[in-house]
């Protein structure tokens, strides 16, 4: 099965790099820059599952020739629209697209740009980052990718997809509930994102503020009330998980947009917060709190634009 990774950062970078070192037949669809970055130094990745140095199929957009069986879609939200130009070329009417973006934005976008047939549901949980020499840094145990058909049923295409991820040196789990895991992981990311953003700390943090703890419960309650009406309500095992990971005193868990946030990157705050804060309007429901904290990012990126601006501007 003929796999194309599009993006080469800290999901493409890690799940694409293991696919690679597990034998699989692998090519990354790359920007310039980063392109130069991986010839020079080769696919560096560093994580507690082991080290390991690739040298990886690379190409750039306009060097496709040809479909693709498999295509793990891993670049940010904000860069999707572009990516999606790139690699058109690669979508055939047998391709299955897997992308482990956050929220469910994208997939109404996909189901437009290449049609619902091709798209297979996904849920990406790691805590991945590229350093500034462009290594794949992955911290701790969590390193899962988890896929299905949107349907829940079996299929021909979903157990090939399934028998190239096992076996492949990290934890590849079919779902048949994967788009209610989707809804469930925007529940976890949408409120630790907006948490850790909203008051600029980690969970154990804002646990340990006064009114913290009532704050994340609040939240937590926000977010779920509105997936309740627009998406697929989480189930009480889920619920419970999360409140507990949540709610953890000491606990120095952050998610990855606020990292993007803290080291002045731009960050999936219209994708994370956005789309569920025009869903719950949609909706006639008010959400006070997922609102502001949507509210402070977008302030926050029309900041970073305004000075982006202006350096280049400058330069
Ligand atoms: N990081 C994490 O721990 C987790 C992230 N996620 C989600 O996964 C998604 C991807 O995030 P993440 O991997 O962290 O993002 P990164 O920014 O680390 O990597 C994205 C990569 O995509 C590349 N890219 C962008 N546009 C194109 C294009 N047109 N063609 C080829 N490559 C392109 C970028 O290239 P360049 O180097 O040129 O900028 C970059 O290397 C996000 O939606 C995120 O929310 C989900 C779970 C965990
Ligand atoms: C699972 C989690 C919260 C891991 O960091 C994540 O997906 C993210 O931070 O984007």
Same mark, same amino acid.
């Given at each position: 099965?003929?796999?194309?990774?599009?993006?080469?950062?800290? +999901?493409?970078?890690?799940? &694409?790099?293991?696919?690679?070192?597990?034998?699989?037949?692998?090519?990354?669809?790359?920007?310039?820059?980063?392109?130069?970055?991986?010839?020079?130094?080769?696919?560096?990745?560093?994580?507690?599952?082991?080290?390991?140095?690739? +040298?990886?199929?690379?190409?750039?957009?306009?060097?496709?020739? &040809?479909?693709?069986?498999?295509?793990?879609?891993?670049?940010?939200?904000?860069?999707?629209?572009?990516?999606?130009?790139?690699?058109?070329?690669?979508?055939?009417?047998?391709?299955?697209?897997?992308?482990?973006?956050? &929220?469910?934005?994208?997939?109404?976008?996909?189901?437009?740009?290449?049609?619902?047939?091709?798209?297979? &549901?996904?849920?990406?949980?790691?805590?991945?980052?590229?350093? @500034?020499?462009?290594?794949?840094?992955?911290?701790?145990?969590?390193?899962?990718?988890? #896929?299905?058909?949107?349907?829940?049923?079996?299929?021909?295409?979903?157990?090939?997809?399934?028998?190239?991820?096992?076996?492949?040196?990290?934890?590849?789990?079919?779902?048949?509930?994967?788009?209610?895991?989707?809804?469930?992981?925007?529940?976890?990311?949408?409120?630790?994102?907006?948490?850790?953003?909203?008051?600029?700390?980690?969970?154990?943090?804002?646990?340990?503020?006064?009114?913290?703890?009532?704050?994340?419960?609040?939240?937590?309650?926000?977010?779920?009330?509105?997936?309740?009406?627009?998406?697929?309500?989480?189930?009480?095992?889920?619920?419970? +998980?999360?409140?507990?990971?949540?709610?953890?005193?000491?606990?120095?868990? +952050?998610?990855?947009? #606020?990292?993007?946030?803290?080291?002045?990157?731009?960050?999936?705050?219209?994708?994370?917060?956005?789309?569920?804060?025009?869903? @719950?309007?949609? *909706?006639?429901?008010?959400?006070?709190?997922?609102? *502001?904290?949507?509210?402070?990012?977008?302030?926050?990126?029309?900041?970073?634009?305004?000075?982006?601006?202006?350096?280049? *501007?400058?330069?």
């Amino acid at each position: 099965m003929r796999i194309l990774v599009v993006g080469a950062g800290s +999901t493409g970078g890690y799940f &694409g790099g293991r696919l690679l070192q597990a034998g699989r037949d692998v090519t990354f669809l790359v920007r310039p820059g980063r392109a130069q970055q991986l010839r020079a130094r080769g696919l560096e990745i560093v994580s507690p599952h082991g080290d390991i140095t690739l +040298t990886p199929q690379l190409l750039c957009a306009g060097d496709i020739r &040809g479909p693709y069986d498999v295509i793990l879609l891993t670049v940010k939200a904000y860069s999707l629209a572009q990516a999606l130009e790139d690699v058109a070329p690669a979508v055939g009417p047998d391709t299955v697209i897997l992308p482990v973006l956050n &929220g469910m934005k994208h997939m109404g976008v996909l189901r437009a740009r290449f049609g619902g047939d091709k798209l297979v &549901g996904c849920v990406c949980m790691v805590a991945a980052s590229v350093d @500034a020499q462009g290594r794949v840094i992955q911290d701790g145990e969590l390193q899962r990718l988890s #896929y299905g058909e949107l349907s829940g049923r079996p299929s021909v295409r979903i157990a090939r997809l399934d028998g190239v991820m096992r076996d492949a040196g990290f934890d590849a789990r079919l779902s048949s509930t994967i788009e209610r895991d989707m809804w469930e992981k925007w529940v976890l990311l949408a409120t630790l994102g907006g948490v850790n953003s909203l008051m600029r700390a980690t969970v154990g943090e804002v646990v340990a503020a006064p009114g913290g703890l009532d704050f994340i419960h609040a939240f937590l309650d926000e977010v779920v009330s509105v997936v309740r009406v627009v998406g697929i309500p989480p189930g009480e095992a889920f619920l419970a +998980t999360t409140t507990r990971l949540l709610t953890e005193r000491g606990s120095n868990r +952050t998610s990855s947009m #606020y990292r993007d946030l803290c080291a002045g990157d731009p960050v999936e705050a219209e994708h994370i917060l956005g789309d569920l804060v025009a869903r @719950a309007a949609a *909706a006639g429901l008010t959400v006070p709190r997922l609102s *502001a904290a949507f509210m402070q990012l977008a302030i926050y990126e029309r900041r970073r634009r305004a000075e982006d601006s202006t350096n280049t *501007a400058d330069s």
